[in-house]
């Protein structure tokens, strides 16, 4: 394989002109509904309700009930108009395209009085027209008039139904979303509000050329032996009117000890009809050159800059794309199990799981829902991109889900995953109904595939495709009343989600594995038809489990699986998050018709009381009933994934499961949910118990129905655990004296959980007087979190005083430019179960909700703007558990 230096680039060139019809000086938006009551001035890339906010129209939407009562937004229509100049000088290229990142989502565009140069109806799709006839120099209008989704949602409902008919009406939502090619969390989920938006939600800009540009670029990533193979596909595109392409394309690389690669091709070809070609050059690279890319918590996540050029023979105009590439391999391993675990139970099936570089690593995580109701914004809050990812990246996570009742992130979010390693189990945006098959839908989704699986191939973090979330057990489960006309809604199903969406995915992005659904039985659903007999198969694929009857602390209630790829519990946010809602004090009362129409659950606050009133003590009449029910909520939702997760991880031992990623990571809106984090970014105590059960190296006990223990040692390293000692510490609720010691030897192979030789109970106790501290020293083991067993449920402890703390904050550091680090140091008297800190500085400490079993403890407080380290001190608000 020869390179070449690249020769063109020492000629003079002129980049492809890009006009920006982003709002600025320039350029001037304005919105109006039909009738001419409500207008203003717009923000481009915005959405209606952004603007209608900013111009004071409607209040805070996410305040009290103002999802309900601005539905009227929803429901007009919003005609979006943009003045702005174009010169003559920019009127002379060849090729003039309007180019549309993302319009939400029915709509049509005029430009200067013409008739319509189109119609759309897809928020996940680019548009791009040919305006070259349209445009005049000196001040052009652009006019882009949106439908209310609402209303075309029913329209198209009314020609092609597909069920279900609408959302429950505790969602206080909107019907038939999955009409439309839009997020379907905008008609409201069980966690979040409807907000049937409108807008221009990504950027939209003039392309002005003459040769071609760049619009997608793929690379294709292959181990040879010791060396990699990588190839880059450019998808070149001009106007369809332009028959012929005659340049150069040119890539070229940085790898390790500051060398580039590079190499290039003359291209000399004929367009297709729609004036596209795809050309590919491809260039080996010595193993020696390259770091592989690692998942967080596996290694460093290396990334390489890819430059992707091509130089038009006409005036030299220049094209091109960087992006950065990481070099590993992956794939999902479906082989039979008996391989691993004999021919036994859980010997039936096959595996599943990630195999990364060769390894196969158990992918620790949780569900991505969009970071914000409105999508626009979603898009452009980068600080809670950052936040968000970066907790999940801090405690431990190595993979999100990003659900398919969203939309296709950002390139910026995908670009974050890349720098912190976190792979991506992408969902195609279909989620919890079944879907029309028209023609016209097919057509618009085949669209979308195509482009999104073009814009985000080149992505390291990105894992696995998977075609829907949920509508393969919504079939054959019967969700949606279909079981009459199953065979028809099977037919559809794999029309869809086979037949269409299928071969796009294998013709662009060969290397990735295109799950046919999410949950499914993997190769075993394809196998059974695409809709398995019970795609929930424990012996097959990845499931979601939820239970909210049965008693949420007891490892032994929880089914086996492969993969978890959802499962979770509510709880509340904290009131200052709910504060932010309402300013109503009376709102915040479990009774009140605020909480009641946040909660979108049927059964209301009825399953977070039963699991919380089983193991805590909370007497109706208490002073504090309504911060109490808050504050064990989380505890409740805390403990209950602590423990769903550890059983996940020991189920590597015996049944091999590979994955827990669980329901859900992020909130749109201050309501009782699944999160771990608020809206506004409060760690609940989930996400900080998450930073431990998600430990590399933890030891994870399971109390058995006979009072034994069985005690497995959890290892997520490269290397084995020897030597290791486990020391088991009984405790009085009534000392931080242990009142007995135990220590055994542990040890557990490389990437592996195992069952330790432990014999192991506590029949020589009260267990109502005691509990079980679990801590592990081993060889090479910095941090390994310690662990715990209450044999019963607190409620029934006795022994457990109400401590007496202080705090203290001394120091502060700075880490770098905008990390301070503040040590807080903690003093109690006594225990303390689920010692809480909070503050309303911004910033998090580094772990909460502690199980105090030492009069000192310290931890440190992160935020980015310095306070004294006294206001953070008296700052500090303290809750803990008493009976
Ligand atoms: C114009 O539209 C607004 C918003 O939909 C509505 O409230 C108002 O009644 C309409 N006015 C007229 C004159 O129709
Ligand atoms: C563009 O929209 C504005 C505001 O609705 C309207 O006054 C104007 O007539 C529209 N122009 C075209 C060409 O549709
Ligand atoms: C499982 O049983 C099959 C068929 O009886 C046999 O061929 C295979 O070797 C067995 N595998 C293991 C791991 O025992
Ligand atoms: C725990 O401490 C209390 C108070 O000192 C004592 O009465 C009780 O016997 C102790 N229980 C155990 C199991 O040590
Ligand atoms: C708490 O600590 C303070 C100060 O040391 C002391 O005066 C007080 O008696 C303690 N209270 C209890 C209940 O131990």
Redesign the pocket.
Known sequence: MRTFVLLCSVLTTIDAKIIDLSSSDRVTWTFV??????SGPATVPGGVYSDLQKAGVIGDILSRDNDVLTR??A??TWTYTAKFQVSKGDLESRVIHLVLDGLDTTAFIVVNDHSPIGAVNNMFVQYVFDIKPTLKAGENVLNITFLSPIVAAEIRSNKAFAPPECVPSVYHGECHANQLRKMQASFAWDWGPAFPSVGIWRPVYIEAYDGAVIRWVTTHIKRVEADWSLTVRAYIETSKKVTKIDGVLSIAIKVEGKQTLKKWKQVNVETKADGTVVEEIELLISGNMIRLWWPNGYGEPTLYDLHVHLTSNIKSEDSYKDLKVGFRTIEIVESPASEILGNTTAGKGLTFYFKVNGFPLFMKGSNWIPSNILPELGESDKDTIDNLLTAAHDVNMAMLRVWGGGVYESDYFYDKCDQLGILIWQDFMFACSMYPVDPPFLNIVTQEIEQNVLRLQHHASIAVWAGNNENEVALRGNWYETSTDFKKYEEDYIKLYVDTIRPIVADIDPERRYLVSSPSNGIESEQEGYVASNPYDPHYGDTHYYNYFADNWNMNTYPKTRFASEYGFQSLPSIRTLKTATSNPEDLNLDSKFLAHRQHSPNGYAYIENQLTGHMKLAANDLKYFEKFVFYSQISQAMALKTETEVYRQGQADWYTMGALYWQLNDVWQAPSWSGIEYGGRWKMLHYFAKSFFAPVLVSPRQLASDYIDVYLLNDRFIPVVDAVITVDIYNWTSFTPVNKKQFPGNADALSAKLQDIDMNYWDYKKEQIFLKFSLEAPGVKWSPSNYIFPVPLKSIVGLKTPNITITVANVVMRNKDKLEYTVNIEVDSIVLFLWLDTDIKGHFVDNGFIVTEPKLTVQFICNKYVAPRDLQNSIELQYYVN
Do not use: F, R
């Not at 509904?33 to 409500?38: A, D, E, L, P, R």
């Open positions: 509904n039909k009738n001419g009551s409500v009227w937004v429901l007009d």
